[in-house]
């Protein structure tokens, strides 16, 4: 017999992050389930329950999750860089992570409809914020090209999880040339 070798609560916590991802993209907030998440992560639902509290605590910390790979994201592809050309290696790395991970933007997509819920929306206020701070940062650029920046991401988002750029629609085309990014 082969003994396993014990995780550490760091590492349990994150497994269950990423089986908790995948169910929140698929199902959301209220229709995921927690036993469904534990299973996922080859662990018991009351382990889930001890290292998060709740379901909503669960689905906090994947959401601000999300929004700390975004940034850390975009830090990688800023770095070096100021200015437009800052603003431009985020946008590629942003778009290329649109196109290759769907649940990403599944996920981030129920994180904003779950905002109804006060600390949930407290958590991608927080985020989003963070996001947007970094990006006027690094690029030194003022209100409405930052304004425009996020606006062009959000377009994007919604052509990508209505897989357009797959067979793009003449709109979508018509709205990713105005932006820039046809």
Request: aromatic fraction near 8%; include cysteine.
């Amino acid at each position: 017999m082969v003994a396993q070798e014990r995780k550490t609560k760091e590492i349990r916590r994150e497994e269950i992050l990423d089986a908790a991802l995948v169910e929140f993209a698929e199902k959301g907030l209220h229709g995921a389930s927690t036993d469904d998440i534990a299973r996922r992560a080859g662990i018991s639902q009351p382990y889930v329950f001890r290292l998060f509290g709740t379901k909503r605590e669960l689905f906090k910390a994947c959401c601000a999750r999300c929004f700390r790979d975004t940034l850390e994201l975009f830090q990688r592809a800023a770095e070096g860089k100021r200015g437009e050309a800052a603003l431009e290696a985020i946008g590629e790395a942003y778009r290329d992570l649109l196109a290759g991970d769907t649940l990403y933007l599944r996920a981030q997509m129920q994180a904003y409809a779950a905002c109804g819920d006060p600390e949930i929306r407290a958590v991608v206020r927080d985020g989003f914020g963070d996001l947007v701070a970094y990006v006027e940062r690094v690029s030194g650029l003022g209100d409405p090209e930052i304004a425009l920046f996020f606006a062009q991401g959000m377009l994007m988002n919604v052509i990508s999880q209505t897989h357009l750029g797959d067979a793009p629609e003449p709109w979508a085309v018509q709205l990713l040339e105005g932006c820039g990014k046809a």
